[in-house]
């Protein structure tokens, strides 16, 4: 039965991600784009080997506490799983594919920030994977899949890897899943 709670909790803030992105794609000027970036800690199984779960919680609240200061006060952060972050900035007519290497590029570099645990130092990777949404946007169920889609392309690529969405791409992973 405590099962049923955080599934529910998970479906509900999926939900909610997603009504802020379709909110965000509808208000969103005619030459606006967005990106939309999921990250993954590498290795988290050995994360949370090593510290516990209540040292796995310390280290999604600082982190999440350090993407929300970076971000700006419109973009959203939401973490959607035990060391997994979604990220979707605000629409912009100037956001194109080498923005949003650099802004992934930044999220890797806050989470490469050693953190201190009991004394330790524990520095951590990531992966990334986005994609670029234009108008005529799609839903932000099938942008949160393309992001998705990537982030697993860049995990298989190995650690600290960055990979944008490409539907090519997409199509020959799926083949091979």
Same mark, same amino acid.
């Given at each position: 039965?405590?099962d049923?709670v955080p599934n529910?909790q998970?479906a509900?803030?999926?939900?909610?991600?997603e009504?802020?992105?379709n909110?965000?794609l509808?208000?969103?000027?005619?030459?606006a784009?967005?990106?939309?970036v999921?990250?993954?800690?590498d290795?988290? $199984?050995?994360?949370?080997?090593?510290?516990g779960?209540?040292?796995?919680?310390n280290?999604?609240?600082? #982190? =999440? +506490?350090?993407? !929300?200061?970076?971000?700006?006060?419109?973009?959203?952060?939401?973490?959607?799983?035990?060391?997994?972050?979604?990220?979707?900035t605000?629409?912009?007519?100037?956001?194109?594919?080498?923005?949003a290497?650099?802004?992934a590029?930044r999220?890797q570099?806050?989470?490469?920030?050693?953190?201190?645990?009991?004394?330790?130092?524990?520095?951590?990777?990531? $992966?990334i994977?986005?994609?670029?949404a234009?108008?005529?946007?799609?839903?932000?169920?099938?942008?949160? #899949? =393309? +992001?998705?889609? !990537?982030?697993?392309?860049?995990?298989l690529?190995?650690p600290n890897?960055?990979?944008?969405?490409?539907?090519?791409?997409?199509s020959?992973f799926?083949?091979?899943?």
């Amino acid at each position: 039965m405590e099962d049923v709670v955080p599934n529910d909790q998970h479906a509900t803030q999926a939900d909610e991600l997603e009504d802020q992105i379709n909110d965000m794609l509808f208000a969103a000027g005619p030459d606006a784009r967005l990106a939309l970036v999921c990250l993954e800690l590498d290795n988290a $199984s050995d994360v949370t080997r090593r510290l516990g779960e209540a040292g796995l919680q310390n280290i999604q609240d600082r #982190l =999440q +506490a350090r993407y !929300a200061s970076c971000l700006r006060s419109r973009d959203i952060v939401v973490r959607t799983g035990p060391l997994h972050w979604t990220f979707v900035t605000t629409p912009s007519a100037k956001m194109n594919l080498e923005v949003a290497t650099a802004q992934a590029t930044r999220l890797q570099d806050i989470a490469d920030e050693p953190l201190f645990v009991d004394d330790d130092r524990l520095y951590l990777g990531s $992966s990334i994977g986005f994609t670029i949404a234009q108008k005529p946007f799609k839903g932000a169920h099938v942008l949160l #899949l =393309q +992001a998705q889609s !990537a982030l697993t392309e860049a995990v298989l690529n190995g650690p600290n890897s960055i990979r944008a969405f490409t539907p090519s791409k997409a199509s020959k992973f799926a083949q091979t899943q």
